[in-house]
């Protein structure tokens, strides 16, 4: 599995970079070749401060032979070309192989 993982920064309208992300980007990203999960939401903390990143997105696709192919296909393209509509305050792209491991303490 490979997965990417994308942190927004804060943007100055966080109610226009929502409903941005709803209605535009996140259909865009869901649409991409290959994507085998996507999920996203607005970060929090549990003390109340303020978080790092405003919104987290992450996608998987089953080797990161098909998620090259899904960035440089039609759809991956308008995308990426999106996020200039709306990720102004910048963001944080992290690409890395999925290792799972077996949780422990269980019963």
């Not at 920064?9 to 929502?18: C, G, T, V």
């Not at 085998?36 to 549990?46: K, L, N, V």
């Not at 992450?58 to 990720?87: H, I, K, L, T, Y």
């Amino acid at each position: 599995m490979f997965r990417i993982t994308v942190h927004y920064n804060h943007p100055d309208d966080p109610e226009k970079f929502l409903d941005h992300y709803r209605s535009t980007h996140a259909p865009l990203a869901a649409t991409l070749p290959g994507l085998r999960s996507y999920g996203w939401g607005a970060t929090t903390t549990f003390d109340g401060s303020k978080p790092e990143h405003f919104l987290v997105a992450v996608m998987e696709w089953d080797s990161r032979d098909e998620c090259a192919a899904a960035f440089a296909s039609p759809e991956g393209q308008a995308a990426q070309a999106d996020m200039a509509n709306f990720a102004g305050a910048g963001a944080d792209v992290n690409f890395h192989e999925v290792v799972d491991v077996e949780p422990t303490g269980r019963a």
